[in-house]
């Protein structure tokens, strides 16, 4: 039996494609957490101040704001929230974008595509 709600762990999971969103949704879904879904940056900085999650995954590559920029607000506004970069690559003068997510704070970097126990086990391991 699931936990109610009140007591679920909550996750903010910002991601533009949506069928990448949905299915990493219903994977952390299926291992016990609450999601709440942003297509980009912008809206998953509305929702991380309403609703106050316990962890973040974002992309990286995103329209309206991007992931960096998005960690760099996160991390101004709430320093311990653990967030978690996701990205199926790309890169910014010759530097991969991971990288610079990991220095700009992200507490783990994920590379697209990824499987299901790697995510969670991920989440785990930060929370």
């Known amino acids: 039996m699931k936990q109610a709600d009140t007591d679920m762990t909550k996750i903010l999971l910002i991601e533009d494609d949506p069928m990448v969103r949905h299915a990493l949704g219903r994977v952390l879904s ?7 879904e942003a297509e980009d940056g ?6 991380f101040r309403r609703e106050c ?9 995103m329209p309206n704001k991007d992931g960096l ?4 607000e996160i991390r101004r506004d709430s320093p311990e929230t653990k967030v978690v970069a996701i990205s199926g690559g790309g890169y910014i003068r010759g530097e991969d974008y991971l990288g610079v ?10 590379v697209k595509p990824f499987g299901s126990r790697v995510l969670l086990d991920t989440v785990g391991g930060l929370l």
């Not at 920029?69 to 760099?72: A, S």
């Open 101 to 110: 997510a990991d220095r700009l704070g992200a507490a783990k970097t994920l």
């Open 42 to 47: 912008e809206e998953g900085l509305n929702l």
């Open 30 to 36: 299926q291992g016990g957490y609450e999601v709440v």
């Open 53 to 61: 999650p316990d962890l973040v995954i974002t992309d990286i590559i």
């Open 69 to 72: 920029e998005t960690i760099i």
